[in-house]
């Protein structure tokens, strides 16, 4: 995979999917960080389908607390994984308060030292949130950068540093978001649609099928 395979390879990607965005719904960076931090191992609709009913009553820090544990379960319980995410929002939530005025911050050692905030999910929101040039490799864009060589590594982290690296600048801030979608929707984990895939001559996968 060479930069120039690179460079065509993202512009066909964002000429496919024209408004790169998250398929979370949010308003505000709280309501995105809460978001992610419910998006571990579940899916997007599910964590909308939740958050459908928790952010008209509860969208703020102050607001998640005064909730409660057993009140923010009941609105996030559908969701995987639901009793440590209600320990690590509020968690979160209270340390939102007690350094940084209620408000996200803006930077990864800030982010990273929330409950429940990993790389993963500081790097989404530095992306989404701010508009910073940072890439989180879920499992969608770790299979696509390895199944199509474009970065391929053994760990996240070996994917992120590759894609930041080698990713041509003008695609960089939108990257996240082309590569995840373009795994969900079109090269996707047990039967990747390789006839319908824009990049798929550019594509190094050896088991992918041209035919539609």
């Known amino acids: 995979m060479n930069a120039s395979q690179r460079q065509q390879i993202f512009a066909r990607l964002a000429a496919a999917i024209p408004e790169p965005a998250t398929e979370l719904e949010y308003t505000t960076p709280f309501e995105l960080l809460i978001a992610v931090v419910l998006s571990a191992q579940a899916t997007d609709k ?3 389908k939740a958050t459908r009913r928790l952010f008209p009553v ?57 409950p429940g905030v990993g790389r993963k999910t500081a790097n989404v929101m530095l ?4 508009g910073q040039p940072t890439i989180a490799v879920d ?10 060589r474009l970065a391929p590594g053994k760990t996240v982290l070996e994917v992120e540093q590759k894609l930041t690296r080698t990713t041509p600048k003008e695609f960089l801030k939108d990257a996240h978001h082309l ?10 984990a047990r039967k990747p649609d390789c006839g319908n895939c824009p990049i798929a001559d550019l594509c190094e996968y050896p088991a992918k099928t041209l035919a539609a």
């Open 46 to 48: 599910g964590v909308n």
């Open 139 to 148: 499992t969608h864009i770790f299979r696509v950068a390895n199944r199509t």
């Open 58 to 114: 509860a969208n703020t820090p102050q607001e998640i607390l005064a909730l409660g544990e057993p009140d923010l379960k009941s609105y996030i319980n559908t969701i995987g994984l639901f009793n440590s995410k209600a320990r690590h929002i509020l968690g979160l939530c209270q340390q939102l308060l007690e350094r940084h005025d209620g408000e996200v911050p803006k930077t990864r050692t800030a982010l990273e030292a929330l």
């Open 127 to 130: 992306n989404t949130a701010f």
């Open 179 to 188: 590569l995840i979608l373009h795994g969900r929707y079109t090269c996707k």
